[in-house]
């Protein structure tokens, strides 16, 4: 059996024409991208009308700074002994600042500040107080140090420019 093909009936490609209401100005199928932009002189344009606008930067490029001021790299702590360190940023925009703790002997690792609070095994003992451009903190644990324990702190300070301190 052969397959029979007809001519393609070309009224379809035809498009009908646009369709005017009486209280449009233009027919429907023209908008105002349609229309062409309007004339203007050259001489009206010139560097001094054009508005230059300077990329945006980053005022902010300096970091959150962390000083640790007790204990010392390689000090033993006893058991009721406080970790003291002191975070500020020169621009005073912390935005957010986490505090973990790495007991070396165990090598247990703790969350000590999570950027609101101090975690339940910190609350009860350990502070942050406002300082100039940043806070300080005396962190104490709970149940105190175990015996002969030699902590890693790590601290992420983020200020609001996106800037972090990683120690």
Do not use: C, K
């Not at 059996?1 to 429907?28: K, Q, R």
């Not at 001489?43 to 001021?69: H, Q």
Request: charged fraction near 20%.
């Amino acid at each position: 059996m052969a397959t029979v093909w007809s001519p393609l009936a070309m009224t379809h490609l035809d498009l009908p024409p646009p369709i005017v209401e009486e209280t449009v100005e233009f027919p429907l199928s023209m908008s105002h991208l349609d229309l062409p932009p309007p004339i203007v002189e050259e001489t009206e344009i010139g560097l001094e009308a054009i508005e230059w606008v300077v990329p945006l930067a980053a005022t902010d490029i300096i970091s959150p700074v962390v000083t640790y001021i007790y204990p010392g790299e390689f000090d033993t702590l006893r058991v009721a002994d406080p970790i003291i360190f002191s975070t500020v940023d020169l621009t005073s925009n912390l935005r957010r600042i986490l505090v973990a703790v790495e007991i070396v002997t165990t090598g247990i690792q703790e969350l000590v500040h999570d950027g609101l609070s101090f975690t339940s095994t910190y609350i009860g003992r350990s502070s942050r107080t406002v300082i100039e451009n940043g806070f300080e903190y005396v962190v104490r644990r709970r149940q105190g140090w175990p015996t002969g324990t030699q902590v890693r702190v790590r601290v992420w300070a983020v200020d609001s420019a996106g800037n972090i301190e990683n120690t």
